[in-house]
């Protein structure tokens, strides 16, 4: 059974970090694809990142280019999202996902994902 578990959210002031923590587990891990993805109310789910475990490539979403960081501990089967300079904007409930077969086509499309964690809630304060 296929298991995403997201832990690191919380509440920030605008201009303070959080990092998100997403652990895999009941699959093969290697050469999936792994996302960051987030949610707020009337609003449709976007990516927000992603990363080959295969390998070192990443993609982002141009709103959080040079703000988060997605990377990847192998040994540990776990993914994390670095989210730095946060904004109100940033506001949302994030989720962790994971996608099968690479990072090719559309990485941050949430369709192209397979498996979805709970969410866990960022609130940046203005």
């Known amino acids: 059974q296929v298991q995403l578990v997201e832990s690191g959210g919380g509440s920030v002031q605008a201009g303070g970090s959080l990092r998100l923590s997403c652990i895999a587990s009941?699959?093969?891990?290697?050469?999936?694809?792994m996302g960051w993805f987030r949610q707020s109310p009337g609003k449709e789910r976007e990516g927000v990142a992603s990363i080959y475990i295969g390998g070192s490539s990443t993609y982002y979403a141009d709103s959080v280019k040079g703000r988060f960081t997605i990377s990847q501990d192998n040994a540990k089967n776990t993914v994390y999202l670095q989210m730095n300079s946060l904004k109100f904007e940033d506001t949302a409930i994030y989720y962790c996902a994971a996608r099968l077969y690479g990072c090719s086509g559309f990485p941050l499309a949430p369709y192209e994902f397979d498996f979805w964690g709970q969410g866990t809630q960022v609130t940046v304060s203005s």
């Open positions: 009941g699959y093969t891990y290697s050469s999936n694809c």
